[in-house]
């Protein structure tokens, strides 16, 4: 199969699709009971491209509390995007993040990217991250070879740009700690409180649909009961990246709400994060 997967550096001929076929057909059919444990695990694909949106809400979260970050994320998977910081994120005019990032995020947005965005990041050139913690049900560890073979899998084979980024990601988690804990979103928020000298920030991205109605709800009350806490010495702030129903569609769309202010609707993206645009009403 790998001679036919551009993800594993094969090459797949669309006029002559059977060699595929027939190499699939035939992984099946040896490894069936393999296969079957496979079908059994929630799809998790931690998608980097999704940090494009988060990283930017969190920017935009800076400009009026230029703390420390304690960065938590809510359906982590294997917490990849806990280092978003250290990706790269480019577009026109525009660059932000380590130029030596292993994670090259390119085509960030569509066009020039939004004057907020601008000069949040020329304010801010790199983020002080004093902690990395997320939660998830089940989740996968990336420096495992079996962690990343998992998330290897859940990545189309022909999308070789989400590889690359993929395998970036894992070689940075070998470089920077972060915790993912195996718990609820709304269990692991109660223990959360805002400290001094900090900014909390809490974030999830396309993970809200897979949380039941009833643990949400108790999500909700949790981030209220954390705005409400909130103190200029002792910030918080929620970004999320969601689908939201806008008329009769629905929209990936950005949201950061900053301690007591209106949550703001500043962006929107495909699912998978790129290329963004700016959205300039609610």
């Known amino acids: 199969m790998a001679a036919c997967y551009p993800s594993t550096g094969g090459v797949f001929d669309s006029d002559r699709p059977e060699p595929c076929w027939q190499a699939f057909r035939a992984a099946v059919a040896t490894g069936m009971e ?6 059994t695990r929630p799809p998790q694909t931690n998608e980097t491209g999704r940090a494009n949106l988060l990283v930017a809400g969190l920017l935009r979260a800076t400009r009026t ?7 938590l994320e809510l359906g982590s998977s294997a917490g990849l995007n806990l280092r978003a910081d250290r ?5 026109e005019g525009f660059a932000w993040g380590p130029a030596d990032s292993p994670v090259l995020l390119e085509d960030a947005w569509r066009g020039t990217p939004p004057t907020w965005l601008v000069e949040a990041a020329a304010r801010r050139p790199a983020l002080t991250v004093v902690e990395r913690r997320g939660c998830d049900v089940t989740p996968i560890d990336p420096l495992s070879s079996g962690g990343a073979l998992a998330l290897r899998a859940y990545i189309w084979p022909d999308q070789t740009a989400r590889a690359a980024r993929l395998e970036g990601a894992l070689r940075l988690a070998e470089q920077v700690p972060a915790e993912v804990d195996a718990v609820g979103a709304a269990d692991f928020l109660a223990d959360v409180r805002p400290e001094p000298g900090t900014l909390t920030v809490v974030w999830h991205s396309i993970m809200r649909q897979y949380v039941p109605a009833s643990e949400w709800a108790r999500v909700e009350r949790e981030l209220d009961r954390l705005v409400e806490a909130a103190t200029a010495e002792a910030g918080f702030a929620h970004v999320s990246f969601e689908p939201r129903r806008v008329g009769e569609r629905h929209r990936f769309r950005l949201a950061v709400r900053l301690g007591g202010a209106t949550e703001e609707i500043l962006a929107e993206a495909p699912p998978h994060g790129l290329p963004a645009r700016e959205v300039t009403t609610a």
């Open 34 to 39: 393999w296969v079957r444990d496979w079908m």
């Open 65 to 71: 509390s230029p703390l420390p970050v304690r960065l």
């Open 87 to 91: 990706f790269r994120y480019v577009s």
